[in-house]
Nanobody, 119 residues
Framework: QVQLVESGGGLVQAGGSLRLSCAAS????????MGWYRQAPGKQRELVAT???????NYADSVKGRFTISRENAKNTVYLQMNSLKPEDTAVYYC?????????????WGQGTQVTVSS
């Protein structure tokens, strides 16, 4: 079992910055990758960025050059630094962890944090 708690969302003007945090607890040693997804009203949940246990990162084209995902192992925390925010970045952002028990992967999700970018 893995528990994920997000923080850092809020309201920001276009062009501003926010940093999201996701603290993991539980069976963290079997987490292969973590990431951030987002879901805007009326839209499907989409990948924003991921980072593997080997620190390989992957970004959606829409956020490349503006968002940075990173991890702090000592705090079991993953961050999403979001710069040059646009109104279209408005969504609920969810933290995700992929846990492997040696047989199969399980996806865990946080409760979500709202990010609102005003124009």
């Amino acid at each position: 079992q893995v528990q994920l708690v997000e923080s850092g969302g809020g309201l920001v003007q276009a062009g501003g910055s926010l940093r999201l945090s996701c603290a993991a607890s539980g069976s963290i040693f079997s987490i292969n990758a973590m990431g951030w997804y987002r879901q805007a009203p009326g839209k499907q949940r989409e990948l924003v960025a991921t980072i593997t246990s080997g620190d390989r990162t992957n970004y959606a084209d829409s956020v490349k050059g503006r968002f940075t995902i990173s991890r702090e192992n000592a705090k079991n925390t993953v961050y999403l630094q979001m710069n040059s925010l646009k109104p279209e970045d408005t969504a609920v952002y969810y933290c995700n962890a992929i846990h492997n028990n040696g047989y199969y992967n399980t996806n865990y999700w946080g409760q979500g944090t709202q990010v609102t970018v005003s124009s």
